[in-house]
C-alpha cells in the first residue's frame, strides 16, 4: 500500500460502448455521486481507442489525482496504456461485460455509486502489471490475462465475421474453430526451462480470470512479481468440451493434459498465433512478457 493524498479532482474516461451501451448510464451516476462527494471531475470520451489513449495520457501527464475508467476491460486497459508506472491512481467503475478486473480487486459490479464510494474512500493499493514486449518493439501493458491459441483463434474469426450480433457470434466462432481444431506447434521460455509442446492454447496470468470469469490462471498472484503460466495440452474435441466448464472453478489446471508453469519472464512463440490481453488485440506471437512489480496504483477497498 502507498500514501495516499486527499482525492479532490479526477478525470473519467467514459466509454460509451462498454456493457452494451451502457457505459453512459453508469458514468452519469458515478459523475453525479464524485460530484456530491466534493469531487471536482473532468470527463474525458474518445473518439476511437488511440484518441482515448491520447485523452488519458495528457490527464495523467496533468497531474489528476485519479484518472477513473467507465466501462468494461477494454476500456480499462486504455488507462493502463497511460497510467501504467506514472503512480497516478487508477479507479475503476464496472460497465463491461466482463469486468475481470472489478473482480480481482473487489470493486462493486452494477453499482456505479458505490464504485464511486470506493474511489473516494478507497486506499491506494499497489498491484504488478505484465508489460508485453512484441517483435517490432512495441509494449503493451496488461492486468488480467495474456491469451493465445484456441480462444485468440475464435476471437479472430469472431472479428472477421458481420453476423450474428452480440454473443452468439463470438459462439459461431468457437463452433467453427472446434471444428478445426489442430495441435499448436509452442515454444514457451521460462526463466529457468523451455517448453516444446503441442498445444491447444497457452494462457499468461498476471491476474486469475478473463472472459468475465474464466479462472484460466487460479492461483495468479497480482502482488508477487511473477507470472501465471497455463497451458493446455492438445487434446480431442470431446476432452476440450469438458474443460471448458471447469474453468469457471479453476479446477482445470487438476487434469493430466494441462500444466502450469510460475516465471518472472515468459517469450511465447507459435506461427500464425495472434496475442490478446484484457480482451483486446495485442499482435502476432512471438511476443516477450514480463511482470514488473507495483506497476498499477489502483484505488480498492480490498488489499491487492
Not at 470520451?45 to 495528457?58: E, N, V
Not at 472489478?102 to 491506494?124: Q, T
Request: with cysteine; net charge neutral; hydrophobic share 40%.
Amino acid at each position: 500500500m502507498s500514501a495516499q493524498k486527499a482525492i479532490e479532482k479526477v478525470t473519467v474516461l467514459i466509454n460509451p460502448l462498454s456493457g452494451h451501451g451502457n457505459g453512459p448510464t453508469a458514468g452519469r451516476k458515478a459523475v453525479a455521486r464524485l460530484r456530491e462527494r466534493g469531487v471536482a471531475v473532468t470527463e474525458i470520451i474518445g473518439t476511437d481507442a488511440d484518441h482515448a489513449r491520447k485523452l488519458a495520457q495528457r490527464a495523467v501527464e496533468g497531474g489528476t489525482d485519479a484518472l477513473v475508467v467507465v466501462g468494461g476491460d477494454g476500456a480499462i486497459s486504455i488507462a493502463l496504456q497511460a497510467a501504467a508506472q506514472s503512480g497516478t491512481p487508477v479507479g475503476l467503475i464496472p460497465a463491461g461485460t466482463g469486468n475481470d478486473h472489478a473482480r480481482e480487486f473487489g470493486i462493486p459490479v452494477g453499482d456505479p455509486v458505490a464504485a464511486a464510494d470506493v474511489i473516494v474512500d478507497g486506499e491506494v493499493q499497489e498491484s504488478d502489471l505484465a508489460r508485453i514486449t512484441l517483435d517490432d518493439g512495441s509494449i503493451v501493458w496488461a492486468g488480467t490475462i495474456i491469451a493465445s491459441g484456441f480462444d485468440s483463434l475464435c476471437t479472430d474469426r469472431a472479428n472477421r465475421m458481420s453476423w450474428p450480433k452480440g454473443p452468439m457470434r463470438y459462439n459461431l466462432a468457437m463452433l467453427i474453430e472446434l471444428t478445426r481444431l489442430k495441435p499448436l506447434r509452442y515454444t514457451v521460455e521460462l526463466d529457468d526451462q523451455k517448453v516444446k509442446v503441442d498445444a491447444t492454447l497457452v494462457a499468461v496470468g498476471n491476474a486469475r480470470s478473463y472472459g468475465g470469469g474464466m479462472q484460466i490462471c487460479p492461483n495468479a498472484d497480482k502482488t508477487d512479481g511473477l507470472l501465471d503460466v497455463t497451458v493446455v495440452e492438445h487434446g480431442r474435441r470431446s476432452r476440450l468440451i469438458r474443460l471448458f466448464p471447469r474453468v469457471y472453478k479453476g479446477t482445470h489446471v487438476d487434469l493430466p493434459d494441462v500444466q502450469t508453469y510460475r516465471s518472472r519472464k515468459v517469450r511465447l512463440q507459435c506461427e500464425g498465433i495472434t496475442a490478446y490481453a484484457d480482451g483486446d488485440r495485442v499482435g502476432p506471437l512471438p511476443v516477450t512478457i514480463e511482470a514488473v512489480p507495483s506497476a498499477l496504483h489502483i484505488l480498492s477497498h480490498e488489499p491487492a
